[in-house]
């Protein structure tokens, strides 16, 4: 029986690696907002294959994130403070 595969492999995937015509192509992916949210990443998972490596188009896409910087949500709460104070 197959292992699941985890988000560390799923990240881990060398772009330059893979032929850009095996990854899947999302220009037409489009997100179904009816799904519930805790539902919404098993969607994108599934209709992406690796939602971290992918391609638009002719495009190769590989998404990276540190653990060592603030998330969306706090970078964009502290924007929009500033943004208010007038910084």
């Known amino acids: 029986m197959n292992d ?8 881990s995937v060398e772009i330059q690696k893979i032929n ?3 990854l899947t192509d999302v220009s037409g992916l489009a ?3 009816g799904i519930p949210r805790k539902l919404r990443a098993g969607h ?6 690796n ?3 992918f391609r638009v188009g002719d495009l190769g896409v590989q998404l990276e994130f540190l653990d060592s910087v603030p998330s969306l949500q706090d970078a964009l709460f502290e ?3 500033r943004k208010k104070s007038g910084l």
Do not use: H, Q
């Open 20 to 22: 850009k015509d095996e």
């Open 44 to 49: 994108l998972l599934k209709a992406t294959g």
């Open 79 to 81: 924007f929009f403070r």
């Open 4 to 11: 699941p595969i985890t988000r560390l492999e799923l990240a």
């Open 31 to 33: 997100l179904d907002p």
């Open 51 to 53: 939602p971290y490596c």
